[in-house]
């Protein structure tokens, strides 16, 4: 009997896969995929399963054992294979989309990141190679008016414009809002994240 062990499978993302197949070793177990690229991890007894194809929706793992130096194939699976949720932009590091920050808290930041967890410690940093915004708008509103807008701002980071304006122009209760999000998954997929973020200050 043959059994798999793995969360959702996601295009471009490294996914874990672990395969048991009764009677037989951890080594002596092979699984390969039509589309995607596998490797094994001898030490977890696991699989990484990762498909770098926009085009492919399903895939079919196939698991063999070796039997006397021949690989015996056992049996086939299709899986299908999701886009990644999108992302979920942050101010800086520090403050989640619908925060109440204050201004002096607000003027230090640098700009918008996808945070991806940090392996080596709690925190929560920008990989580029993952997931980064190349392009966003801003505006400022005030009172159900639009005081302050800057669109197509290339990269993540704030201009000095829009930062200038918050230190020195801004008010208590301003809604600065981040729009038309384009953002770059995995150096391999362009998104457009059809969502409008905002905080408020204080």
């Given at each position: 009997m043959t059994s798999y062990s793995h969360p959702i499978l996601y295009r471009w993302r490294d996914n874990t896969l672990k395969v048991f197949v009764e009677g037989y070793k951890c080594k002596d177990i092979i699984v390969t995929a039509a589309h995607g690229n596998i490797t094994r991890n001898y030490e977890a007894c696991s699989f990484t399963y990762s498909l770098k194809d926009s085009l492919v929706n399903y895939d079919t793992l196939r698991t063999g054992v070796k039997v006397k130096g021949k690989i015996k194939w056992i049996s086939d699976k299709v899986e299908s294979i999701r886009p990644l949720p999108d992302p979920e932009p942050i101010i800086g590091g520090n403050y989640s989309m619908g925060?109440?920050?204050p201004k002096s808290a607000f003027v230090v930041q640098a700009g918008i990141i996808l945070p991806v967890p940090d392996?080596?410690?709690?925190?929560?940093?920008?990989?580029?190679?993952?997931?980064?915004?190349?392009?966003?708008?801003?505006?400022?509103?005030?009172?159900?008016?639009?005081?302050?807008?800057?669109?197509?701002?290339?990269?993540?980071?704030?201009?000095?414009q829009f930062t200038e304006f918050v230190r020195f122009n801004s008010l208590p209760g301003d809604t600065i809002s981040f729009y038309d999000l384009k953002t770059l998954l995995y150096e391999s997929e362009v998104r457009l994240l059809n969502k409008t973020y905002s905080i408020i200050l204080k």
């Amino acid at each position: 009997m043959t059994s798999y062990s793995h969360p959702i499978l996601y295009r471009w993302r490294d996914n874990t896969l672990k395969v048991f197949v009764e009677g037989y070793k951890c080594k002596d177990i092979i699984v390969t995929a039509a589309h995607g690229n596998i490797t094994r991890n001898y030490e977890a007894c696991s699989f990484t399963y990762s498909l770098k194809d926009s085009l492919v929706n399903y895939d079919t793992l196939r698991t063999g054992v070796k039997v006397k130096g021949k690989i015996k194939w056992i049996s086939d699976k299709v899986e299908s294979i999701r886009p990644l949720p999108d992302p979920e932009p942050i101010i800086g590091g520090n403050y989640s989309m619908g925060s109440i920050i204050p201004k002096s808290a607000f003027v230090v930041q640098a700009g918008i990141i996808l945070p991806v967890p940090d392996p080596n410690s709690w925190h929560i940093i920008q990989d580029s190679r993952k997931q980064v915004i190349t392009n966003f708008s801003a505006k400022i509103a005030r009172n159900d008016s639009t005081v302050f807008i800057m669109s197509g701002i290339n990269g993540y980071l704030f201009p000095d414009q829009f930062t200038e304006f918050v230190r020195f122009n801004s008010l208590p209760g301003d809604t600065i809002s981040f729009y038309d999000l384009k953002t770059l998954l995995y150096e391999s997929e362009v998104r457009l994240l059809n969502k409008t973020y905002s905080i408020i200050l204080k």
